[in-house]
């Protein structure tokens, strides 16, 4: 069983930056990517970013590409979604998931955290 409990949230104006925190436990999670999704109201959740465990490779969605970066802390067992310029569309509940796996063109998780909000103000 895996256990992810995101953090760093919150109401931001158009411009500005966050961080949010994703931290792991359990036996397996190292195994697979880690990453980000997001849902916005009344929108499906999409991929964001993920990152290999092992290897450090990144992946980002074209949307937010020069925008976010994704990075992780091996020692704190933690993932971490930089997000700089935010604009009023990234505006959603940002989820951290473990056990990423790539198929057929996209993401798919086995486990999700809470989820955070984030709102950029314009």
């Known amino acids: 069983q895996v256990q992810v409990v995101e953090s760093g949230g919150g109401l931001v104006q158009a411009g500005g930056s966050l961080r949010l925190s994703c931290t792991a436990s359990g036996r397996t999670f190292r195994n697979y990517a880690m990453g980000w999704f997001r849902q916005a109201p009344g929108k499906e959740r999409e991929f964001v970013a993920a990152?290999?465990?092992?290897?450090?490779?990144?992946d980002l969605a074209d949307s937010v590409k020069g925008r976010f970066t994704i990075s992780k802390d091996n020692a704190k067992n933690t993932v971490y979604l930089q997000m700089n310029s935010l604009k009023a569309d990234d505006t959603a509940v940002y989820y951290c998931?473990?056990?990423?796996?790539?198929?057929?063109?996209?993401?798919?998780?086995?486990?999700w955290g809470q989820g955070t909000q984030v709102t950029v103000s314009s």
């Open positions: 990152i290999n465990w092992s290897s450090g490779s990144s």
């Open positions: 998931a473990a056990h990423l796996t790539y198929d057929d063109n996209s993401y798919s998780a086995n486990y």
